[in-house]
């Protein structure tokens, strides 16, 4: 009888015991937290992946289409002087043609380093690109041939585009607001040694 009268008293000190019947209480700013680190993860991987994307898994045929985004890009140093270089890379200067330099960048677009140059006059931008390394392919037609130079023309994303070799690189040249008789102007002149200025109805206006 004794050990009977003793059964109710072990079960219920064994259910007061457990603790894993009541739910578990989790801090909210520890979850908020968690949400913010996750947040940044994931963007830190997206930006990553864009990066990546311009830097690795580009062909020499897509180079010149690349560059061209770029120059909707902002500028993040400072212009050169004339005779200076971007990242080892001698750009051209049109201060001459009456363009005011607005700053410059250097990026990599596949396995190419790219140094450009921005330009401003009357409120249009026109952006001017070296690539490194051998030549790459140019879209589009050839539209002009100063001195043996062939410039190809393209439009890209809305954007005219001219693309030519120089020094064993390729140069770009593109604007979405430039009129193309000036870009094609400036192309000549700065291809031809006989050419001091564009012509007064193209390269500035």
Same mark, same amino acid.
């Given at each position: ?54 830097? &690795? ?12 985004? &770029? ?64 030549? &790459? ?69």
């Amino acid at each position: 009888m004794a050990s009977e009268g003793m059964t109710p008293t072990l079960d219920a000190e064994q259910t007061q015991a457990d603790p894993a019947s009541g739910p578990v209480q989790r801090d909210p700013r520890k979850t908020r937290i968690g949400r913010i680190l996750g947040a940044i993860v994931i963007l830190v991987a997206i930006a990553t992946a864009i990066g990546f994307a311009l830097t &690795v898994g580009v062909s020499d045929s897509e180079v010149v289409v690349d560059v061209a985004a &770029v120059h909707d890009l902002p500028a993040s140093r400072p212009s050169p002087g004339p005779t200076q270089e971007v990242g080892g890379l001698r750009t051209l200067n049109i201060e001459s043609f009456g363009w005011t330099p607005k700053g410059a960048r250097l990026d990599a677009v596949g396995t190419h380093t790219v140094a450009t140059t921005f330009f401003s006059r009357g409120g249009r931008v026109l952006g001017i690109s070296v690539i490194s390394g051998t030549s &790459v392919f140019e879209p589009g037609p050839v539209v002009i041939r100063p001195d043996g130079v062939q410039v190809h023309q393209a439009n890209i994303g809305g954007r005219t585009v001219l693309s030519w070799r120089r020094g064993g690189h390729t140069l770009v040249m593109s604007s979405i607001v430039v009129p193309t008789v000036w870009m094609r102007n400036l192309a000549t002149a700065l291809n031809s040694p006989r050419a001091s200025r564009p012509p007064s109805s193209g390269a500035a206006g």
